[in-house]
């Protein structure tokens, strides 16, 4: 499925805390999974809007399905950030995630596409790094898909449900043929 982004807008904080609060999608990210507030998901948005080196970008499908409810979803898909964008040595953090009803269907590989366009082409980043749960496979597929090659392996490295989880450290270069 192609996608639309479009940078991260207060319109989109509803989506974004049922999101980040769906134990689907948040049991894969390094936040505890609980029901995040309206209070507690404005406090993450301004602190986004505040770091000049933290962008969000919102996907939406590229057409209107008339028989979704746009109560539930609207056409927001999912969301990809770029985080920690370091101008001096080039490099980022990448994240994404895809509400559920939208997995396997190529939402997560447009998102890093898009995303990885940005940060090579638009701003001349050398690498992305991606953090990743060992036991993600989606995550693991879909960065492996994206070009990206696992470059080490952090043991016990995020507090996750009672139990330390290790977690493989995943980058992709500019220059892929140097890859
Ligand atoms: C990881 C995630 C973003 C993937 O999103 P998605 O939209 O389902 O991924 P895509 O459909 O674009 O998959 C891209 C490719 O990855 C691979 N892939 C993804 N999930 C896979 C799976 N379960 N098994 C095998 N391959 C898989 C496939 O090669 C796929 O391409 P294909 O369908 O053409 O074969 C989604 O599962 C998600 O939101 N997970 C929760 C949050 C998360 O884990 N984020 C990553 C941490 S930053």
Not at 15 to 43: C, Y
Request: net charge negative; proline share 5%.
């Amino acid at each position: 499925m192609n996608v639309c982004l479009s940078v991260m807008a207060p319109s989109d904080q509803e989506f974004l805390r049922k999101l980040r609060s769906n134990p689907d999608v948040a049991d894969w990210l390094f936040a505890p999974t609980r029901d995040i507030t309206a209070e507690e998901q404005g406090v993450w948005y301004r602190k986004v809007m505040r770091d000049p080196y933290h962008l969000v970008w919102i996907a939406r499908t590229d057409h209107i399905d008339p028989y979704r409810i746009p109560a539930l979803w609207g056409e927001q898909v999912g969301y990809g950030q770029l985080y920690d964008i370091d101008m001096l040595h080039m490099t980022a953090e990448i994240g994404v995630a895809v509400a559920p009803f939208y997995h396997r269907q190529g939402c997560g590989g447009a998102i890093t596409e898009r995303l990885l366009h940005y940060a090579f082409e638009m701003i001349g980043l050398h690498s992305v790094t991606a953090r990743v749960f060992c036991h993600n496979p989606n995550a693991l597929m879909m960065f492996g898909h994206c070009g990206f090659s696992v470059r080490g392996w952090l043991p016990d490295a995020i507090y996750k449900q009672g139990r330390f989880r290790d977690v493989f450290l995943m980058s992709r270069l500019n220059n892929v043929e140097a890859d």
